[in-house]
């Protein structure tokens, strides 16, 4: 499986404040981030797989909820994650 229980702990080490913390929305927004690339990768090859891009929309969205969240809460939190994750062209 691409994402397995280490690989999440990885990313919530790197983005969360501790390997546990799972809430924060900059731990969450990489989750997201990473599912995202997996998925629009399996897109590039699958391109009938509809559930996959529904799936795909979905998360997009979510992410984009958590990063408005993020900006109208703590501006300087929202451009770090986004430079970060490399969102922003």
């Known amino acids: 499986m691409y994402l397995d229980s280490a690989k ?9 404040k ?6 924060s929305p900059e731990a969450q927004i990489a989750l997201f ?7 629009t990768e399996h897109l590039k090859l699958n391109r009938k797989d509809y559930s996959t891009e529904r ?4 998360l997009v969205g979510k992410r ?10 703590d ?3 929202y451009r770090a994650i ?4 490399g969102l922003r062209k």
Request: hydrophobic share 30%.
């Open 8 to 16: 999440k702990k990885e990313i919530f080490e790197k983005y969360g």
């Open 18 to 23: 501790s390997n546990t913390d799972t809430g």
């Open 33 to 39: 981030s990473y599912r995202i690339s997996h998925l």
């Open 55 to 58: 799936s795909l929309t979905m």
């Open 64 to 73: 984009r909820r958590l990063l408005n969240y993020l900006k109208d809460r």
């Open 75 to 77: 501006i300087e939190r």
């Open 82 to 85: 986004v430079k970060e994750l």
